[in-house]
Structure formats: C-alpha cells, structure tokens
C-alpha cells in the first residue's frame, strides 16, 4: 500500500525531500503545501543588476523533474494546524490532509 507523505514548506527543502523520495524509490502520493504562490525557485543574491530590471518567475523557476511530475503542490495557503493522533495536517484553506509521514521543510537548504 502506498501511504501519503504531507511536506509542509514548498520552496528549496521541500523540493529536494519530493525529489529525495521519489529517488530512493517511494512510488506513493506526496502533498507539498507552501505559502507562495509559485513552485520553487532560485532566490538570487540581491544586486543592483536584480533591482535594475524585471526578473520573472520563469526565469527563476527550477526545472520540473519527471520523478515529481506528479506531486500534488497545494500553494497559496499555509499549514495552520498539524493533528498527529489522527495523522493530518488542516491547511489555512480549511482542506485536510491526511498523512502516514510528516515532513516539516520550512527552511533553507544550504550546499
């Protein structure tokens, strides 16, 4: 049987944990839930260049893997409430997600 994995933080960690998994083999459903409205993406030092012109999303955007194409990225909300006797995470959206493994990734991953 394939359990839910819930990864509450949807920038740099909670993308390398879905990628993570899906590498080492876990072929079950994982639910990314993030605050920002955007997947994750690379956060430029911030320069003069930066702050002289636009930079896009896209621009910045990681490259989607095919190993996480099917991650269910809940974005624009917030985790609000985690229920561990009964293994679900409640969003800022009311949505409940019900979890075998929680993952908190809310900070930065560092190389």
């Not at 893997?65 to 609000?80: C, E, F, K, M, S």
């Amino acid at each position: 049987m394939n359990y839910p994995v819930v990864i509450v933080g949807a920038s740099m960690g909670g993308l390398r944990t879905a990628e993570s998994l899906r590498r080492f083999g876990y072929l079950g459903p994982i639910t990314v839930i993030g605050e920002e409205i955007h997947k994750p993406y690379n956060r430029p030092p911030l320069s003069k260049e930066v702050l002289a012109k636009e930079v896009t999303h896209e621009a910045v955007a990681f490259e989607e893997r095919a190993a996480t194409a099917d991650v269910n990225w809940v974005l624009g909300t917030r985790a609000v409430s985690a229920d561990f006797e009964h293994n679900s995470v409640t969003d800022s959206d009311g949505q409940v997600h019900p979890f075998a493994a929680l993952v908190i990734a809310t900070g930065q991953a560092c190389s």
